[in-house]
């Protein structure tokens, strides 16, 4: 791993691999080191040079300072509709994308975004066009607040956790992922993660920064509409935490984008699924050839 200043930050990150540059956007509070090893193998496999990074407030990346909203105020907006107060929004986020590949020397990449980082993929490509030869948008939404929300029951499921501190840190983590995940669901990996991620970096107010540039965010869909890059979206049919309806949004909007679906993947990436997933990213990036 190694670390550079990028957008007036510091952003942390790794490369694997060589050929066509690849850029990973991870999701919400989530670290380099969670996207799955074999995943990455396998994209590297494909003759992909893999970048992945800690988004700002995230893993090692630049912490932010200031008081992120209560989970009342940011609900509140949620379902309102409303602005929330954030100290950044998506489109910053997408700029530190940028800025990243430009101290990298890097032209243009394949940009493949997660949940979250899906969103941070879209403003990336809206906003930096020339950056993106291809995108990927996994488990995400348009950010129009109909499509892709959050079931009422994850909701209420969730709200019955105990507020994330080092001592409940990892009960929550691992519970959460039980919360969100497919059938496939396996708690040895979810532990797995969870420790390692909280060994590398605790940052529980740079989530909630994180949930409120989500929410501070415009809705993307007319932007979307003017993409001309190969687009690829991929979601589960049994996401709880953003809905399917979230994917075949962005499909819609996307002008010939690809959509596909699994029925048996939750918001996660089921081990016996991301082969599949890596092949459709390989195919997509080959579109832009």
Known sequence: MASLQANGITIEYEEQGSGEPLLLIMGLGGQLI?????????LAAKGFRVIRFDNRDAGLSTEFTGKPPTTRQMAFAALTGRTPTAAYRLSDMATDAAALLDALNIEQAHVVGISMGGMIAQALTIDHPAK???LTSI???????????PKASLLVKGARLPEKTAATAHQVGVE?????????????????????????????AGNGRQTA??????????????VTVPTLVVHGMVDPLVQHSGGIATAKAVPNSRLLL???????????????IVDAIAANAARAK
């Open 34 to 42: 969670d996207w799955p090893q074999d995943f990455v193998d396998k």
């Open 132 to 134: 993106v030869r291809s």
């Open 139 to 149: 488990m995400s939404m348009t950010g129009d607040r109909r499509h892709g929300k």
């Open 176 to 204: 959460m992922w039980r919360l969100i995940s497919g059938p496939s669901f396996d708690p040895a990996e979810a532990a797995r993660i969870t420790d390692a991620a909280i060994a590398r970096s605790f940052r529980p």
């Open 213 to 226: 540039a989500i929410l501070a965010s415009p809705d993307r869909t007319a932007a979307l509409q003017q």
């Open 262 to 276: 699994f029925n048996d993947m939750g918001h996660d990436m089921p081990t016996h699924r991301r082969q599949e």
